[in-house]
């Protein structure tokens, strides 16, 4: 009995410590909130009562978590406006079906191609495991959401609602922020809807399309 106090005081002890080096040598990101032009505020004012705006490096923090794929676990910061100061803990979250292919079909036959990176990532918020994290993260793209003391901030890229918004431009907002909910629907929102049925959609699609955008991105947003 004695002995096996002490190895669950070591376990502890390692997993604590993990979670103290990694929360050292995490990368912090620092952003600020953005305007935009007055045409672009009166278009989201259609949509949303309230919203912040601001830029981040997408190939920057997805390179950074990239690398860290062996880790158990990927810490980072991520400071937007000094307002928002979340330490992140993350793990990649593979969310296809086992045994899912990626194939396409051609005058020779069907060829199987090799499976893209997981771009997909959950964890948690400030060493909070109810202050729950999902997130998309891709060289050109970050969306998702997080959980901060029960209210959910939804973030997305603004040329979602502006067509003319730079790439590197993010919009975050909560789901009481929206006015016309009728009006769209982001990839986030959507998830909600489809968690039930996406692996039996994805089993219908044909293979040429198995292999397109379309089908890659149903899965990158299923978080």
């Given amino acids: 009995m004695r002995n096996s106090h002490i190895y669950s005081l070591l376990f502890s002890g390692v997993f604590f410590l993990t979670i103290a080096t990694g929360i050292m040598a995490q990368q912090s990101f620092q952003t600020y909130y953005e305007s935009i032009e007055t045409t672009q505020e009166n278009k989201l004012a259609e949509s949303f009562s309230s919203y912040k705006v601001f830029s981040l490096d997408f190939s920057q923090i997805n390179k950074y978590v990239k690398e860290r794929y062996a880790d158990n676990l990927i810490f980072l910061n991520l400071n937007i406006n000094n307002v928002y100061e979340w330490q992140l803990t993350l793990e990649p979250n593979d969310m296809r079906s086992i045994g899912y292919k990626s194939v396409i079909t051609t005058d020779n036959g069907e060829i199987e191609q090799k499976l893209q990176a997981v771009n997909t990532y959950k964890g948690f918020l400030n060493s909070n495991e109810n202050d729950i994290v999902r997130l998309t993260i891709e060289d050109n793209n970050i969306n998702g959401y997080i959980i901060e003391n029960g209210e959910m901030h939804y973030i997305e890229q603004l040329k979602n609602f502006i067509s003319d918004a730079r790439p590197s431009q993010l919009i975050m907002y909560s789901p009481d922020d929206v006015i016309?909910?009728?009006?769209?629907?982001?990839?986030?929102?959507?998830?909600?809807?489809?968690?039930?049925?996406?692996?039996?959609?994805?089993?219908?699609?044909?293979?040429?399309?198995?292999?397109?955008?379309?089908?890659?991105?149903?899965?990158?947003?299923?978080?």
């Fill in 180 to 223: 016309k909910k009728e009006s769209f629907s982001c990839g986030v929102i959507e998830i909600e809807n489809q968690k039930n049925n996406i692996n039996n959609n994805l089993s219908k699609q044909s293979t040429s399309l198995c292999a397109g955008d379309s089908v890659i991105q149903v899965e990158i947003v299923l978080i």
